[in-house]
């Protein structure tokens, strides 16, 4: 065979290799890219199912509780309710029964008010402590990155805070650019009278 025609044949096909080489080597990279990236997702989900159970229990508490100052607030009630019976029954005739009935109202109405407070404070708690779990979980969260970071990564943020950065001054140089214009024109206008 032809010298030339085999060293053509032999730089094409070393060519084909080189480019068959490096389609397979980006694919790998690319592979081992996305299986970082589907690891790194294992830390934000048992972040949230760690949130799921951490609000589950604050809420299980919190019902607790609730439930548990409800009973009270109806045992109370209902301690009202007999004693006013009671009070009834002792009664020797009407007038003396609306003065009993009337005595005990402000007491009534007292732990009324105190029961209802502790209940609407033990939603407030619950509440806050559960808004404390969330921020702690929202703050893991953001400082866990799904994305693995490589130089080339970095690189590439670099001139997006760039273009963003220079897109804010857009408006200031605008707004600049038209004052000047206006002044421009009102000055030509200005010439344009003085001449008439």
Do not use: C, W
Not at 46 to 63: D, M
Not at 101 to 109: G, N
Request: hydrophobic share 35%; charged share 30%.
């Amino acid at each position: 065979m032809n010298p030339q025609i085999e060293q053509s044949i032999n730089r094409i096909s070393a060519g084909a290799r080189n480019s068959v080489r490096a389609v397979v080597d980006g694919a790998r990279s690319r592979s081992q890219y996305a299986a970082k990236t589907v690891a790194n997702t294992k830390k934000p989900l048992n972040t949230l199912s760690g949130l799921g159970l951490k609000l589950s229990a604050v809420s299980h508490r919190t019902t607790d509780r609730v439930l548990k100052q409800q009973t009270r607030l109806t045992a109370h009630q209902l301690d009202a309710v007999a004693a006013r019976f009671e009070s009834a029954a002792g009664a020797n005739g009407l007038r003396d029964l609306v003065k009993k009935q009337v005595r005990m109202v402000p007491t009534q109405v007292k732990r009324l008010g105190r029961d209802a407070r502790e209940s609407l404070s033990i939603i407030v708690e619950g509440g806050s402590e559960a808004g404390e779990v969330l921020k702690g979980s929202f703050k893991t969260l953001r400082n866990q990155d799904v994305t693995p970071r490589t130089k080339a990564t970095r690189k590439k943020r670099t001139p997006a805070k760039k273009a963003r950065k220079t897109a804010a001054a857009r408006p200031a140089a605008k707004k600049t650019a038209r004052k000047t214009t206006k002044k421009r024109a009102k000055k030509v206008a200005a010439k344009k009278v003085r001449r008439s």
